[in-house]
């Protein structure tokens, strides 16, 4: 009988290669939000797939990138920390013809990646549920297997994907390369079999029904951003934040009855960096924000399996990007602080 998998798993990448397309693929549901928009995802996003071979954690990074402001220095620090703490990295890449600056910079990190050491300390604490229990303690020297990813095979030949494949091997010691179509699922089975393949033994970190770790007030909030990332102009999304002022179940005599369906009243601020962007985002008589708002409350319902009734609103905080305290309001804090 095979022993039970389970461990960390990372999606890392440049921006827009499809980390989040393929972990809402691999676990069958959309949890993570996605765009055309570069620098979607901001903080690492946990998601479970439980098969009877074993539990799979995934974690989907912010695109590494150069940093522009204190935001990006955060997100590139979120994605570069994560290599270390994890079981196993999945490199996306698009299919380009040659290797950018970029990708040499992350086949740099990722040829440094290296189970980190744990002293007893964070062995015992609540949060070992962070790192996989069978790592290789003390030394720091394990190499974490590497897989490399070609996304978006559906655009290209078998010819181009063996040129890829030329390409990137010799970058970095990888343990297997799988090309894939995250959008349409090409090749999925196989990426799930090599990941089952190179995870270690180990227990269940979630219960087997479980999708994400993600708080409702987070999952919400992201949700609504994303309908702004994918309804407004290309300038302003990368300025905007969504923060849940209220998020509060309304009480009902029904509650205790089966298949009773609760409704939450929401309030969301849209946060901009300019006064010219807020008018933008609110449109013409309230148009644009009643269209975020509509579009976020339906997939928020669906999503969370409630009802919803969902109010918006917009602020202007020049620079936050910038300001360490509206950062960490925002909700943009390493999470071992």
Known sequence: MSEFKSGFVALVGRTNVGKSTLMNRLIGQKVAITSNK?????????TILTTDEGQAIFIDTPGIHKAQNKLGNFMV??????????????WLIEPVDYVGIGDRHIAELLGKATEAPQNEEEKDSANAVKMSENRILGTGSHKIPRVLVINKIDKISKEKQLELINTYKDLCDFDAIVPISALKGDNEDELKKVIFNLLPEGPMFYDEDELTDQPERQIAAELIREKALRLLDDEIPHGIAVGIEKMKERPSAYANKPNYIPFYDIEATIVCERDSHKGIIIGKQG????????QARHEIESLLACRVNLQLFVKVKKDWRDSAFLLKNYGFVDEDE
């Open 77 to 90: 620090g979120v994605a570069e920390k994560t290599l270390s703490e994890v079981d196993l990295i999945l």
């Open 287 to 294: 148009s644009m924000l009643k269209k975020i708002g509509t």
């Open 38 to 46: 570069p620098q979607t995802t901001r903080t690492r996003i946990r």
